[in-house]
């Protein structure tokens, strides 16, 4: 590729400058979705709980800008940086080998960010002990109440356990291969509004079977194919990604902050699965927004990103853990117990809570990578 930044399987050892971009926004992205949240989520959390409802009119069109149109690309470019980096596999290297490098770098960080959700709200009454307790029978099975962030980390250990099955197919598989797939995966996106508007039974689906006809070919494997077809089979110019890259984020951003500013009628309590009914990661529009947005930042051509950048890229996956100790009393903060009135206007408020917890999550993270032996608890 004469302008794909090396991405033809000769990548240098060194970093990818993109790709330390990604990370750093799509960090802060995460943290734009969970401050949105504050301006619709209708339970004491501030959250968005089963039940959302918006004060007024100005909270309905900002959360529906900066959570629907700007952030909600920000859990498929994880995933796609993920499997843009480590597939296929390198040449010799086993499946036990794999597991053991990919594993032991995110479960430590992920059990003891999981137990200190469990506990620490109690220092300041965020939590009785009752509910520390069970959460603390529920950790085996999933994450704890005051942690709903870290669902993200069961799809991700999916995407690490398969990527050994499915990167010798990639290595022999042609473009056509890859685009057949990837045809299967964008008809599957589809799933979600034929559950809601059609059928919540479908190809197969039913009492004694929850698995459709596509599910195998579902999900978030097809970003790891889709990420792999950009890097080795996509031989677009520079010119062409920006254009392309442009076009599909603003039509699927566009539908996807439409889709929730048509449903979030102000002063209506509504079920949060209606009100988000097209902000699932894995349909269509969420998909065309992801696509452009990780080719437009493969037009970043630089081969080292500034040192700020690179550092928070090292530090996001312990900023992604600890953000919720920061973001919640944050938002509190500006909310102010009113989501019709805060502090500052709500188009400030919500990045406002945002900047504010990216920037307390990077000094806690650098502050805990001084520690001897932080990786094991900020990765």
Request: charged share 10%.
């Amino acid at each position: 590729m004469n302008n794909q930044l090396t991405l033809n399987g000769k990548q240098s050892a060194g970093r990818i400058a993109f790709i330390d971009y990604i990370r750093v926004i799509a960090c802060f992205l995460v943290m734009l979705v969970h401050a949105s949240e504050n301006f619709y989520g209708a339970d004491s959390s501030g959250l968005a709980g089963n039940m959302s409802m918006l004060a007024n009119e100005a909270n309905r069109f900002w959360v529906a800008f900066y959570d629907g149109f700007v952030a909600r690309t920000c859990v498929p470019l994880f995933m796609i940086v993920s499997a843009f980096l480590l597939v296929p596999m390198k040449n010799g290297v086993t499946m036990g080998e794999f597991y053991r490098k990919r594993f032991t770098r995110i479960l430590p960080p992920m059990l003891v960010f999981m137990v200190l959700y469990t506990f620490l709200p109690l220092l300041w009454g965020g939590m009785q002990w009752e509910q520390s307790l069970a959460d603390l029978k529920r950790l085996p099975f999933n994450f704890p109440s005051m942690a709903g962030h870290l669902w993200f980390m069961y799809p991700l250990i999916s995407l690490y356990l398969i990527i050994p099955v499915v990167s010798p197919w990639l290595e022999r598989a042609s473009a056509k291969d890859e685009r057949i797939f990837l045809g299967i995966f964008i008809v599957s996106t589809f799933i979600p509004w034929i559950h809601r508007f059609i059928t919540p039974e479908l190809w197969g689906e039913c009492f004694w079977n929850g698995f459709t006809m596509l599910w195998y070919c579902s999900g978030y494997l097809g970003y790891l194919v889709m990420a792999h077809y950009i890097r080795f089979h996509l031989d677009w110019d520079k010119a062409k990604r920006l254009r392309v890259g442009a076009l599909c984020f603003l039509v699927g951003a566009a539908f996807t902050g439409w889709s929730f500013y048509l449903k979030g009628v102000p002063g209506q309590l509504i079920e949060t699965p209606e009100l988000e009914w097209s902000w699932a990661f894995c349909t269509p529009n969420v998909l065309l927004a992801s696509f452009g947005a990780f080719l437009l930042f493969t037009c970043i051509t630089r081969k080292e990103a500034p040192a700020i950048v690179t550092g928070l890229s090292k530090l996001s996956f312990g900023m992604y853990l600890m953000h919720m100790f920061f973001l919640g009393p944050i938002a509190k903060v500006f909310v102010a117990g009113n989501a019709a009135q805060p502090l500052i206007p709500v188009w400030a408020a919500i990045p406002v809570i945002a900047a504010l917890s990216f920037i307390c999550c990077a000094i806690a993270s650098w502050l805990i990578s001084k520690i001897p032996g932080s990786k094991w608890v900020i990765g």
